[in-house]
C-alpha cells in the first residue's frame, strides 16, 4: 500500500469533521474552528499527495508550504482561543497586530530558505515565540472555561440531589458554554455513567500527589520530564496500579 494513502485518508475525515462543523455551526469561534479544521487537512493532504507522487516528505517542496501553512494555522489559533469561550472577538487592533505578526513569520520563512539558515532560524525567529503566545492565550481561555468543575457538580447533583436533567444541561450550555446538541449528550452519558465524571478529578489528584511522593524519592535527581516520561510510557492503568508499578508497593 502506498504510504501516501494514510496523510490522505486522514485528510479526508478532517475536512469531512471541518465540513460538518461549519454546516451545522450558528457560532462565530466554531466557524473559525472550522477553518482551522480544514486549513491542518489541506496540509496533510498537500503531504500525502506528494508521497503518493514519490516525493520526500521531507522535501523542501512539501516543507516549505506546510511551514507557511503552520504560520496560517498559528493566526486562526489565536484567533479562534482569543474569543473563547463565547467572549467578543478578537478587536481589529489586535488583529491586525497578529497580521502584521503573520507576516513578519513569511518575511522570516522566506529570509531563511533564500539564505540558507534552515529551519533553526524560522523556529527560533518565528515558531518559539508564536507557540508561546498560543499557550498563554489557551491559558487564559482554560481559566474562562468552567466545563470540567461542571461535570463534576452535575455528576454528584444528578445521583446524590434532586438536580433534573434540564438543570443539568442549562448549567453546560450556560456555565461550560456548550451547544446545546452537545450538553444533552453529555448529560444523558452522565446518567448512564455515574461516578465517571468525577474521575477526572480524582485521577488528577491522584496523579499530584504520585508526582509528589516521585520527587521526595528522586531527591535532587527529580526531574518533571523523568516523571511524565515515567507515567505515559504506562499506558492508561488506573493510577493506583500506576503507583504500584512505578514504587514497587
Given amino acids: 500500500m502506498n504510504a501516501g494513502l494514510i496523510p490522505l485518508g486522514v485528510a479526508a475525515i478532517g475536512a469531512s469533521y471541518a465540513a460538518l462543523v461549519l454546516k451545522s455551526s450558528r457560532r462565530r469561534d466554531n466557524v473559525v474552528f472550522g477553518v482551522l479544521a480544514l486549513t491542518d487537512a489541506a496540509m496533510t493532504a498537500w503531504r500525502g499527495i506528494n508521497v503518493m507522487t514519490g516525493a520526500s516528505i521531507v522535501s523542501d517542496g512539501v516543507l516549505m508550504p506546510c511551514t507557511f501553512g503552520t504560520t496560517i494555522l498559528a493566526m486562526i489559533t ?71 468543575a461542571a461535570r463534576i457538580v452535575i455528576d454528584v447533583g444528578l445521583h446524590t440531589t434532586d438536580m433534573t436533567f434540564d438543570q443539568a444541561v442549562k448549567i453546560l450550555t450556560d456555565e461550560a458554554h456548550l451547544e446545546k446538541p452537545l450538553a444533552l449528550s453529555e448529560v444523558k452519558r452522565y446518567t448512564l455513567t455515574p461516578t465517571q465524571p468525577l474521575s477526572y478529578l480524582v485521577g488528577r489528584q491522584m496523579i499530584f500527589k504520585m508526582r509528589e511522593r516521585y520527587r521526595q524519592r528522586e531527591g535532587a535527581m527529580f526531574k518533571l520530564k523523568k516523571f511524565h516520561t515515567d507515567v505515559l510510557t504506562r499506558s492508561t492503568v488506573p493510577p493506583s496500579l500506576m503507583a504500584r508499578e512505578i514504587f514497587g508497593n
Fill in 78 to 148: 489565536l484567533e479562534l482561543v482569543s474569543a473563547f469561550p463565547r467572549r467578543p472577538a478578537m478587536s481589529w487592533r489586535w488583529r491586525t497586530a497578529m497580521l502584521a505578526w503573520g507576516a513578519a513569520g513569511f518575511a522570516i520563512l522566506t529570509i531563511s530558505g533564500l539564505t540558507g539558515h534552515g529551519p533553526m532560524f524560522a523556529e527560533l525567529g518565528y515558531f518559539v515565540p508564536t507557540t508561546l503566545l498560543v499557550f498563554a492565550v489557551c491559558a487564559r481561555a482554560y481559566r474562562l472555561t468552567h466545563e470540567r
